[in-house]
Each structure stands twice: as structure tokens, then as C-alpha cells.
T-cell receptor, first 110, second 114 residues
Framework: QQQVKQSPQSLIVQKGGISIINCAYE??????FPWYQQFPGKGPALLIA?????SEKKEGRFTISFNKSAKQFSLHIMDSQPGDSATYFC?????????FGDGTTLTVKP | NAGVTQTPKFQVLKTGQSMTLQCAQD?????MYWYRQDPGMGLRLIYY???????DKGEVPNGYNVSRLNKREFSLRLESAAPSQTSVYFC?????????????FGDGTRLSIL
């Protein structure tokens, strides 16, 4: 049973556009929702995270939107750049244990 | 500033061989983790250590053992490697004790088992 479903699997965006990646979860006990960015050959890096008592969190060009009633959260990358091309993973945590989505490969075309 | 260092970076084993993957962090973090990442999938937690001297099972612990040697080092051992353990293994650490919210990852060990 996959507790965190991530979509789309891959995404192509033009430079300057907005990239949107979505995640849906089932367990209402999840209490922490991080996003990770992973470049080829490297380990994931924590990008931004949100707790369920907040509906939105913004850090630079990256924004998490959180919809508790719909059990969904999304990552928005504004003004997408070729350097943002990477695989992005969402995760959800309960009792300290993280469950990851399957990842979205983002390609930003110049 | 090294962060999380994993060795080796690549390894090929034959079925039944044993091996230990090494991980060390220099950030004085309390918690350390071992994950595996299979193609097209997210990371799955194998084992974690909330603090020196403690270890607990994650989502997929079968076939693995771990040792938290000290605060810096957390090793993962495959006693009898199987082809199903072919994967990329990531070690991670976080400052929060037992939060299971990894903050810093190593660059991985790519393990192939023939």
C-alpha cells in the first residue's frame, strides 16, 4: 500500500515557467511534509518542508502549498531554471518515520 | 566541510558474499539513517539510529544489520548478499534526535549483486 502518491512522474517546463509537482497522502497522522531535490549521482538534499498547521510556505522560488482537507500538498517552482533540472521527492512523516513518493524528474528547457 | 561521507562509492558482489557499507558524518548529528533507492522509486528506510548506542528497524530491514559505532559512524552490513539487494544505498543524518527526518545525505553506494 503506497501511502504517498506523487505526480507527475516526469515534467518538462520552459525556462521561466512554473513547475508544479503534486503529492497525495492517506494517513492523516502524518505531521511533517518535506521535499527533497536530487541531482544525478548525488544524494537527495532537503529543499523545503511544511507542517500541517500551515497552508503555505515559501523559500525563494520554492513554495509548498498544503491542503489538509484534501490530504494533498504540492511543490511550486517559480521562474524555473535549467539548473532546477533534477528529480524531486516528496515525503510524509509520522512518529518520525518518513514515507517517500516515487519521485518526479523535472527537465527545464532553456 | 565533508558532511556525510559514504564508502565505497561502487561495489560488485557475488550472491552469498558479505559486505559492510561505511558512513560517517562530521556535523555532530544525533540521528543517522540507512535508505535504499531502487529505480523509479523513492527511498525506503532500512535502519535508523536515534542516538549513539541505539538502532531500530525501518521499513525494509530483512537481510541487513547495522552498527552505530560512535556518534560519527553508522555502518550497514549485508551478511549474505542476494540479487534483490542490488540498489543504491544512502546514508543520512539529522540533528533532531529520533525525528526520522533526514536532513543531509551522502552521495550513495551503488551496489550490484550478481
Amino acid at each position: 500500500q503506497q501511502q504517498v502518491k506523487q505526480s507527475p512522474q516526469s515534467l518538462i517546463v520552459q525556462k521561466g515557467g512554473i513547475s508544479i509537482i503534486n503529492c497525495a497522502y492517506e494517513n492523516t497522522a502524518f505531521d511533517y511534509f518535506p521535499w527533497y531535490q536530487q541531482f544525478p549521482g548525488k544524494g537527495p538534499a532537503l529543499l523545503i518542508a511544511i507542517r500541517p498547521d500551515v497552508s503555505e510556505k515559501k523559500e525563494g522560488r520554492f513554495t509548498i502549498s498544503f491542503n489538509k482537507s484534501a490530504k494533498q500538498f504540492s511543490l511550486h517552482i517559480m521562474d524555473s531554471q535549467p539548473g532546477d533540472s533534477a528529480t524531486y521527492f516528496c515525503a510524509a512523516t509520522v512518529a518520525g518515520k518518513s514515507t517517500f513518493g516515487d519521485g518526479t524528474t523535472l527537465t527545464v528547457k532553456p | 566541510n565533508a558532511g556525510v561521507t559514504q564508502t565505497p562509492k561502487f561495489q560488485v558482489l557475488k550472491t552469498g558474499q558479505s559486505m559492510t557499507l561505511q558512513c560517517a558524518q562530521d556535523m555532530n548529528h544525533n540521528s543517522m539513517y540507512w535508505y535504499r533507492q531502487d529505480p523509479g522509486m523513492g527511498l525506503r528506510l532500512i535502519y535508523y539510529s536515534a542516538s549513539e548506542g541505539t538502532t531500530d528497524k525501518g521499513e525494509v530491514p530483512n537481510g541487513y544489520n547495522v552498527s552505530r559505532l560512535n556518534k560519527r559512524e553508522f555502518s550497514l552490513r549485508l551478511e549474505s548478499a542476494a540479487p534483490s539487494q542490488t540498489s543504491v544505498y544512502f546514508c543520512a543524518s539529522s540533528a533532531d534526535r529520533g525525528s526520522h527526518q533526514p536532513q543531509h545525505f551522502g552521495d550513495g553506494t551503488r551496489l550490484s549483486i550478481l
